[in-house]
């Protein structure tokens, strides 16, 4: 099946900082394609799908899959099964990187493609299982995407690139690989995989896809704030992402200090529009 990827290199689902507005900066910007956060099929927060992106979901169990993909399909490019999130909320449900039986990952998967004739990707970590995920994927799935760091290693230590070939070896689907992705290390890697996805790299920082691309964007927090606001995004995102966007700044930890202790937009506002600062 086509994927639906304009170029090479993707958005990475990132729990948080996913929101629409950072989502339509990174499209807008250059991204292939872009990955939501991790999505319960079980939720009942609104859905801002006006990117297009491939939608993750995670879950343990196929309660609801049929029902949340019914009424999403039409909005999305694609669908995408999160077995690789290793956080605290993810170990406190058994999802993600902790959901470990691969029966029930089967039963999932199997449900997900009976619901979708849309493209569909699972997405996990470097573990005892990994090549078990694989063949289960060959059933179902039209591309997979390899982290192969483990799940006690989080986002620390060295990624281990040789175990990621490994699975691009072992199987005829096409792989995504993720991690430690930027603007200057992405060739290397796509001599060796079919895509790439950058996270965080691009935290506070679109313009890195629009770099790769040859071309300039200049997108900035305001540009984000505007998206934000027509969202009607909620305060404490809007302050978590001011500070994503002061990353690089001159004086960026005095910053985001002072971003943590505002209690309105017009705050925010203020600090972030300072001279010294330039991130509005």
Not at 119 to 144: H, M, Q, T, W
Not at 244 to 271: H, P
């Amino acid at each position: 099946m086509k994927l639906p990827f304009k170029n090479k290199i993707l958005l990475a689902p990132m729990e948080e900082i996913n929101d629409i507005a950072f989502r339509l900066l990174c499209k807008k910007a250059g991204a292939g394609i872009t990955y939501t956060g991790l999505t319960s099929p079980l939720t009942k927060e609104r859905l801002y799908l006006q990117d297009k992106p491939v939608l993750q979901i995670f879950a343990k169990s196929q309660k609801g899959i049929k029902e949340f993909m019914k009424k999403y399909d039409d909005k999305i490019a694609m669908w995408d099964f999160n077995l690789g999130c290793p956080s605290k909320n993810a170990r406190k449900k058994g999802i993600g990187s902790f959901l470990k039986d691969l029966n029930t990952i089967e039963k999932i998967l199997k449900e997900m493609r009976k619901n979708t004739k849309k493209p569909l990707g699972v997405k996990f970590r470097k573990s005892n299982i990994s090549f078990e995920i694989v063949k289960i994927a060959e059933k179902y799935c039209d591309v997979i995407c390899i982290h192969p760091r483990t799940q006690s290693e989080g986002y620390s230590g060295k990624p281990d690139i040789e175990f990621a070939k490994k699975i691009k070896q072992s199987t005829n689907l096409p792989v995504i690989y993720s991690g430690n992705i930027d603007d200057k290390n992405y060739k290397i890697f796509l001599k060796e995989f079919d895509f790439v996805m950058i996270g965080r790299a691009s935290i506070g920082n679109p313009n890195i896809f629009s770099k790769i691309q040859n071309k300039k964007t200049n997108f900035n927090f305001k540009n984000w704030l505007e998206l934000a606001q027509k969202y009607k995004l909620p305060f404490k995102q809007i302050k978590f992402q001011a500070m994503n966007f002061s990353k690089g700044k001159k004086d960026s930890r005095q910053l985001r200090n002072q971003i943590a202790k505002t209690k309105s937009l017009e705050e925010i506002e203020k600090l972030t529009n300072f001279k010294n600062y330039k991130i509005i």
